[in-house]
């Protein structure tokens, strides 16, 4: 107090860390790898998946409804070499990418083996979540492209259903449409998921009228 009346006293409040503009190219990956994005660290976090075949998993750490923006998915940028490795985190950004953003045709997004764990990269974790089928309504969400304020045009991950608190990401990665063979653990997943759906199906069809009108 000043002379029996109530002082407001105001400060500047320096943001937790400073961004600058860098865009991701086919060898830098961004000098901030180790730092989170705002949105990634409100949003979602890692750690052991439910999944059988995967080891981290990518976790909603609030709700989401649907087409809510869930988790951004940087990494290198580089062309098509006409060949997918089974190991590849690669999705083909070009064909996402809306006409005006002028992005290169047959350009790719790949998170190379090197930053895959979270002690080498952080930024972005959209990298993290693990595959689930969409036809068998395992997906709830799905790659998109989105316009990041620091990184630039990137991937993410769309909430293709209302999420819950605590709940794993899963994207369908549509290995269907591969040049080449399915990966083992695809097609070995795939027949599971395939035999469970049927025999559900068989003592409920009704989730057969449920799935196709999600489809569309």
């Excluded at 989401?64 to 062309?79: A, T």
């Excluded at 979270?118 to 993290?128: A, C, D, F, I, R």
């Excluded at 608190?165 to 990966?183: K, T, W």
């Amino acid at each position: 107090c000043k002379h029996g009346l109530r002082e407001i006293r105001t400060a500047s409040v320096r943001p937790l860390s400073d961004w600058s503009r860098e865009l991701q190219t086919a060898s830098n990956i961004g000098s901030y790898r180790l730092r989170i994005d705002p949105h990634e660290r409100k949003s979602v976090f890692v750690k052991q998946s439910n999944k059988i075949t995967g080891a981290e998993g990518l976790f909603a750490r609030r709700n989401f409804r649907q087409f809510d923006l869930v988790s951004y998915f940087g990494g290198l940028r580089f062309k098509d070499l006409g060949f997918e490795k089974d190991d590849a985190y690669m999705i083909r950004f070009s064909e996402l990418a809306p006409p005006h953003w002028n992005i290169e045709k047959d350009m790719l997004l790949d998170m190379p083996m090197k930053y895959r764990n979270v002690s080498e990269y952080t930024t972005t974790l959209g990298h993290k979540a693990n595959h689930g089928f969409f036809e068998f309504g395992d997906a709830n969400a799905s790659f998109y492209v989105t316009l990041h304020p620091v990184l630039g045009p990137i991937n993410c991950l769309i909430a293709i259903r209302d999420i819950q608190e605590g709940e794993e990401i899963l994207v369908d990665y549509e290995y269907c449409g591969r040049q080449n063979s399915l990966p083992d653990w695809y097609a070995l997943e795939y027949r599971k998921r395939a035999e469970e759906f049927y025999e559900i199906c068989l003592s409920d069809p009704s989730i057969i009228r449920e799935c196709n009108r999600n489809a569309y």
